[in-house]
């Protein structure tokens, strides 16, 4: 375009105030009134680019007749007045801002004990080589979805005892290799175990055998001390099994010092006193011996006692019982996989030890299965280990060999003859005397030493020691134990029974263990029942039976526990036609009939020894007064046998 | 070794939850770095009035976190922490007054705006983000780094807060 080059400014202002007045601004400037001249040359260019005839918007443009225009051409006349308000303006309330004050609530946790850590594993030690941290895998399970938390129980009232339990960290992370270093990652039952005996001042653990009652109650010590919930623990056990509890300690817990009770009883007495001591471990024996000479005021005090294999006072009225209830302290623990063996009231003894019911209290069935929902944690091995190998039972019906059969005969016939003279005036003693006899019968004729259940032993022996495999054998008599020892030499036979010295007897589960010749340990029910770890068996003889399969299940399950990798073949002899069948028989109906406090299903506690009917009821006992024959039956206050 | 001299390396959580009825409690636990509690302390329930609500506008949350509760609980502990890790962002406003390092804890996860305010550090399986210009904030972070084991979940301490909060707001109406 050339036009605004030609033209003067001013031309251009009033052609664009032009445009900008009037014309609408959609309008092409070339057809807009009063617009300047297009060039012939330009419009045909512009019809070339829209190609087509411009069509002429003719839209009038003429200014609003208002009046406006006039009075635009006027000056403004502006004038100003003051005018007062009426009154001052009104503040608000001057606000300034301010940090509240903020009340608060506050705890502090108590320092846990500090222990000097153990030395560095010293790798020479086939033991120490065998223990290892958590892998890889253990620390993908300690996400928080699998995390076991401590919960406060039910009778922590205040906020601080709650906000305790709340505040502990996951029992995983706790244990997970960092402050507290665990061998082996515990199973999620074994935590629960673990953070349940933590925040119980009174409890039963009650886990089936095997299940490993010691490392969680180890494990539960640990973190109270290490927590400085408790400063000095009793740990009460059988003698037998000092040893074993002393090598668990050094295993899930080889920074916790431990004192051994033992010597004679000024030394006894001097470590009863001994300051800074956090853990004892004493027997049930000198401990009741000790306290007893102590005097009850005199006894010292402790912040948690623990009472393993607990069914050592299930009679309240013993000394053992009474002098365990007098034991000043603040938690109390039992530790034991039958809490029944016998009775029902057997749970009231232990439950006034715990201090849940008053003295001499007798709680019904139905208070005790309530207590034991608050106070006691029972698992049982189908319910957690599922991946636990399989036990099976497998009885060996046997026929006793020629000599043993006429023996066992005449034995039976003398004894019960003997039995039936007597009348009303046998005891169960008596009867007891003449079951033992026949027993030891079908074990060895007395004479000969004939034994159709060493026959069967020898000859399954000969093909669990072909296969590299390891044995246990359970007899209720010592003596028979140590005939097989020299019958079964060539199996690499040990023997561990209550005739071995104290001392021995950790060597001899050693060489069992470690030692690949020897195929076979020969146990009595008394010493090898409870508490020892033999795993690494897989096959269990049961040569006798016993009273009570409480018993017999306890000895199994030294090899049928965790850590076991195959399958447990169990054997139990039994001799056709003999007082063993019977027995079992009994034995067997009553593990069906009895239903436990702990819930259904749970056999192993359902299995109580015989009562004095049922001895009695093992052999035909008569008596014939004149021309009547009446059965002979116990007495009614005989008691039931052990 | 941390800023005050000793060996031990002792984190702060702080955290804050909300009450049925809108009011903010809120929680500062000290542990020992493996996890193992030392001193707890929590506030009473916080809720603003209307003329707070009006006048702070979105400045309220981040005074009420950082400055009302974080600060009171800060001065009421017996043992202070060397690192103060926070999970809401706007608790950071508590480093505005308070020596000790504080650190938002983020998931190792989490998509985080680039910012040069802001320095960056992966400890365990979380991220901490701390305020640049905070003189002390690198060396604790370092420190912490140094005593945390890689699998650590620096994150699980604030369920226990959240929780132990949970159970006083519960036994406070109880009352």
């Known amino acids: 375009m050339e036009f605004s080059a030609k033209k003067s400014d001013s031309e251009i202002n009033s052609q664009t105030a032009v445009r900008h007045s009037g014309g609408p601004h959609f309008l092409p400037l070339s057809l807009a009134p009063h617009s300047v001249p297009v060039s012939q040359e330009d419009q045909q260019q512009f019809q070339q680019q829209i190609d087509c005839d411009a069509i002429p918007l003719m839209v009038s443009a003429s200014v609003f007749a208002s009046g406006m225009n006039g009075a635009l051409s006027r000056k403004f006349n502006l004038e100003t007045t003051s005018l007062e308000l009426l009154e001052r303006a009104g503040l608000m309330p001057k606000w300034k801002p301010t940090r509240p004050r903020l009340k608060t609530f506050g705890m502090t946790f108590p320092d846990g004990l500090e222990f000097i850590p153990p030395k560095a594993e010293k790798e020479h030690e086939t033991e120490s080589i065998q223990i290892k941290g958590p892998d890889g895998t253990v620390s993908e399970n300690t996400d928080r979805k699998k995390s076991t938390r401590l919960k406060p129980p039910a009778n922590a009232l205040s906020l601080e005892d709650r906000l305790f339990y709340l505040l502990q960290p996951p029992l995983q992370s706790w244990l997970a290799g960092q402050e507290l270093l665990m061998p082996f990652e515990p199973f999620p039952y074994q935590y629960e175990g673990i953070a349940w005996l933590f925040s119980q001042k009174s409890a039963l653990l009650a886990d089936e055998m095997g299940l490993g009652k010691t490392m969680q109650t180890i494990t539960g010590v640990r973190l109270l001390l290490r927590s400085g919930q408790v400063r000095r623990i009793l740990l009460l056990c059988p003698k037998p099994l000092i040893p074993n509890w002393q090598r668990e300690f050094k295993f899930w817990a080889e920074e916790l010092p431990i004192t051994v009770v033992q010597g004679d009883s000024n030394r006894r007495k001097m470590i009863w006193e001994m300051p800074n001591t956090p853990i004892l471990i004493a027997n049930y024996e000198s401990m009741t011996r000790d306290f007893e000479m102590m005097g009850e005021e005199n006894i010292p005090r402790f912040d948690l006692v623990v009472l393993d294999e607990a069914q050592r006072i299930k009679n309240r009225d013993s000394r053992t019982a009474e002098i365990a209830r007098s034991i000043p302290r603040k938690r109390s623990w039992a530790l034991t996989g039958t809490p029944i063996e016998n009775r029902h009231e057997e749970m009231s003894s232990l439950f006034e030890w715990m201090e849940v019911v008053p003295p001499r209290a007798t709680p019904d069935l139905r208070q005790l299965q309530v207590l034991s929902k608050e106070f006691i944690l029972r698992r049982t091995k189908d319910l957690v280990m599922s991946d636990l190998p399989p036990r099976l039972d497998r009885p060996a019906y046997l026929d006793l060999n020629p000599a043993q059969q006429i023996a066992y005969e005449t034995a039976e016939k003398d004894g019960v003859i003997q039995l039936n003279a007597m009348g009303d005036s046998i005891t169960i003693q008596h009867v007891f005397e003449l079951v033992l006899r026949l027993k030891q019968i079908t074990n060895f004729d007395p004479v000969t030493g004939e034994s159709s259940k060493l026959d069967r032993l020898e000859a399954d022996m000969e093909e669990i020691a072909a296969s590299g495999g390891k044995a246990i054998l359970f007899s209720q008599w010592t003596k028979p134990l140590d005939l097989m020892a020299e019958r079964l030499q060539r199996f690499g036979t040990l023997v561990y029974h209550g005739g071995i010295p104290t001392k021995q007897r950790e060597p001899i589960l050693d060489q069992f263990k470690h030692d690949p010749d020897s195929h076979l340990l020969l146990m009595s029910y008394g010493t090898g029942a409870v508490g020892l770890n033999l795993q690494f068996a897989g096959y269990v003889f049961l040569f006798d039976r016993w009273w009570n399969p409480a018993i017999e299940d306890q000895a199994i399950n030294r090899a049928h526990r965790i850590g076991q990798k195959t399958q447990v073949i169990v054997t139990k002899f039994i001799c056709n036609n003999t007082i063993e069948e019977r027995i079992d028989m009994v034995l067997e109906q009553k593990r069906e009939l009895f239903r436990s406090i702990l819930g259904d299903g749970d056999t192993t506690c359902e299995s109580r020894s015989l009562t004095a009917a049922e001895i009695f009821g093992l052999f035909d006992l008569k008596q014939k007064k004149g021309d009547v024959t009446h059965k002979i039956a116990p007495q009614v206050y005989q008691k039931p046998a052990a | ?175």
């Open chain 2, 1 to 175: 070794m941390v800023a005050d001299g000793s060996n031990e390396l002792r984190l702060g959580f702080l955290t804050t939850i909300e009450c049925p009825d809108g009011a903010l409690i809120g929680g500062l636990l000290v542990t020992n770095h493996y996890g193992r509690p030392l001193e707890f302390q929590c506030t009473t329930p916080v809720k603003p009035n209307r003329t707070q609500e009006v006048l702070y506008g979105p400045t309220l949350i981040p005074f009420l976190l950082g400055e009302v509760i974080g600060l009171t609980l800060v001065e009421k502990m017996n043992i202070k922490p060397n690192l103060i890790l926070i999970e809401q962002e706007q608790a950071i406003e508590l480093q505005k007054h308070t020596a000790i390092p504080v650190a938002i804890l983020s998931d190792i996860a989490q998509i985080l705006d680039d910012s040069d305010s802001f320095l960056c550090e992966q400890i365990g399986k979380n991220r901490l983000r701390f305020d640049a210009g905070h003189q002390s904030g690198r060396a604790a972070i370092e420190n912490t780094s140094k005593k945390i084991p890689g699998d650590a979940d620096l994150g699980e301490p604030f369920e226990r807060v959240r929780e132990a909060l949970n159970e006083a707001v519960k036994m406070g109406s109880s009352r």
